[in-house]
């Protein structure tokens, strides 16, 4: 642990304000940044934070691992209480708080009942700006989460243990729907409302879910989507899959109203909101779970093949996010915590709906898109509910800064604390954030951590250790990094070298198992580094993050992107296996490859090369035909900025498709020696074609940093 206090930053900043030089090895990556200054939070901040008392970082030290996390499993009510804080016994599948029972639901609603019934659990702010917003107080949602519960349990049959899918949009009904779940003991996975009928479909199947549930339609930038029709995909695909979805629910946007062109199926579809007047008032029973009992699945993107379902558990996962939220996020009862993601994705999860609610505050939910209509929209609602906690994503920042610099400065709203999470923040970027959008009023932590990991792993102690823009900070309380080189040598904090970013222990909020793939699980984040597959000593099984990272002298980490072939999308990952094998179902199509390109608000891009079957000439027509099997297997989100036709694709002698040099061309970087490849030939063609359309598009090319290039360089490095 850092541990470093705000008053030694001045000290500590002249110590370590040294551009460091990089003589490396092969295995090791070099990186040159400018190391940023500290900056202090308020004193008006560290007045009040949860976590203002040093003594913490001697709680969580070490030698007190695993015991430690007793404070954050202190913070929930158990039915029963635990005998084995951490159980080692069937390595790397680790048990929390063993013995333990209890029940989410009951943590994040019931229990709050006898304080503050009456006090908003959420505060939903619909797109439409003329909509009212809607406070459901926590005795309100007590009242909807039983009652979906009813109708889940007595209408649709599911039992503890079960698997029910959900692919709703940002609306009240989805903390509704995972809460009614939680309360049953059943398993959700939600799958975000912006991927596609076939994405959804796909994890659908692999789930096991007999039920889905989805709402008629959205709004998003101004505009009501039709969602309901992504449901009728979800089925067709879950049943080439040889999987059959029996019911689907439907939530309307507005009781009674149906919003959708696609027709019910009769004996499949069913309106929620004709379904649940049968269960009204209905009180039910909350299973007490064990603690190590799946709460939910999160599904995404990897190295190869499909997309993983991350299974999180009861226990330990609610723990961790309640204590996270409480020291990181620093949520009081008293706020107004606003984090502006989606629950479609783990952040949403953690620090949307379990964590801030197991900590009884109000968490607001907005619809839409924070830009609409314009960019002052996100401070008016800040303004407008007294939001004093604020969390987004770099790429929300970077789209804010860039449409409305000064919109901040006309809104009357203060922020105590802000978060930023999902990709590298650019320190620019970082100083507006703070600067402008917080007033030089509040703190900031930016958090690194990922879907598999349930909270956050690196970030500042608000109060206690100082900001740095472009670094996310020291392991969190209880999370003991390392960096390791290729060969498994420790990459030396100050060093200047990058290396894979690994976490030594496991912690509560690590998830169990990738769904029904133990075998793949163990080899994705844990062989790496192991050295003794049958030792039960914990020391033996670092975590493998997937991210390069570098360690400032200070114990400072900065978070370099993935070093696997994933490729962060305005805080999005996708997986190029994903990409191209949409791209392969368009008939033309004959090969694809995925490359990242930097861009200035999204942070990465996507560009799609593909090569057609023989005989075939490339036309405007099959690269539209590329662009809408991408928005069809996976979402608009993945919709490449341009998709390449290319005669042929640069290859090694064994055939294999050579990313790094296509991405070094997409992003006007060096490509590196080609004189090995078995048709060296093309890249230049390559090169003149597209370089030559991009500069038609007005895309200019603009230096890249030191690490931006490296990232390049190495991209699919595997190969
Ligand atoms: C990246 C999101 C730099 C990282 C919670 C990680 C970050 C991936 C940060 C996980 C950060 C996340 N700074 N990079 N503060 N936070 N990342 O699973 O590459 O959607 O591996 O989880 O996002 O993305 P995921």
Known sequence: ??????????????????????????????????????????????????????????????????????????????????????DTSKPPFWKWFVGGRLNACVNCVDRHLATHANKAAFIWVPEPEAEATLAITYRELYRRVNEFAALLRDWGGVQTGDRVTFHLPMVPELPVAMLACARLGVIHSEVFGGFSGAACGGRVADSGSTILVTMDGYYRNGELIDHKVKADQAVATAAELGHAIDKVLVFRRRSGQYASGSPMVEGRDFFVDDLLPTYRDVVVEPVSMPAEAPLFL???????????????????????????????????PTDTY??????????????????????????????????????????????????????????????????????????????????????????????????????GEAAIVDTWWQTENGGFLGSTLPALQPMKPGSCGPGVLGIYPVIYDEDGQVVEAGSGKAGNICIRNPWPGIFQTIWGQPDRFVHIYYEKYNKHKDSTDWHDWPYFAGDGAVQAADGYFRILGRVDDVINVAGHRLGTKELES?????????????????????????????????????????EDKVAAAIDTEIGKIARPKHVWIVSDMPKTRSGKIMRRVIAG???????????????????????????????????????LTPAEAEEIRSFGHAE
């Open 582 to 622: 949409a791209c392969l179902t368009v008939d033309e199509v004959a090969e694809a490859a995925a490359v990242p390109v930097i861009d200035e608000v999204r942070g990465r891009a996507v560009e799609m090369y593909v090569s057609l079957k023989p005989g075939l000439t490339a036309s405007k027509d099959v």
């Open 298 to 332: 999160m599904y995404t993107s990897g190295t190869t093949g499909q997309p993983k379902g991350c299974q999180h558990s009861t226990g330990g996962y609610l723990s961790y996010v309640a204590g996270t939220s409480k020291y990181y996020q620093d949520i009081h």
């Open 665 to 703: 061309i997409s992003n006007f970087a060096d490509v590196g020696d080609v004189s090995t490849l078995a048709n060296p030939e093309v890249v230049a063609d390559i090169r003149h074609h597209i370089q030559a359309e991009k500069l038609a598009h007005g895309e200019a090319p603009r230096q």
């Open 338 to 439: 606003w984090c502006c993601a989606d629950i479609g994705w783990i952040t949403g999860h953690s620090y949307i709906v379990y964590g801030p609610l197991s900590l009884g505050t109000t968490s607001v939910l907005y619809e839409g898109v924070p830009a609409y209509p314009d960019a002052g929209r996100v401070w008016r609602i800040c303004q407008r509910l007294g939001v004093n906690i604020f969390h987004t994503a770099p790429t929300t920042i970077r789209m804010l800064r860039k449409l409305g610099p000064d919109e901040p400065a006309k809104y009357d709203y203060h922020l105590k604390h802000m978060t930023t999470v999902g990709e590298p923040i650019e320190p620019e970027v970082w100083r507006w954030y703070h600067d402008v959008a917080g007033k």
């Open 1 to 86: 642990m850092g541990g470093i206090r705000a008053a030694e930053v001045s000290a500590m900043t002249t110590a370590h304000n040294s551009k460091v030089d990089a003589q490396v090895s092969e295995a090791q990556i070099a990186v040159h940044w400018r190391e940023e200054e500290y900056v202090a939070p308020p004193v008006s901040f560290i007045g009040q934070a949860n976590a203002a008392d040093p003594a913490i970082l001697d709680r969580f030290a070490e030698e007190r691992f695993p015991d430690c996390f007793k404070e954050y499993a202190d913070l929930l009510s158990w039915d029963a209480y635990w005998h084995t804080t951490l």
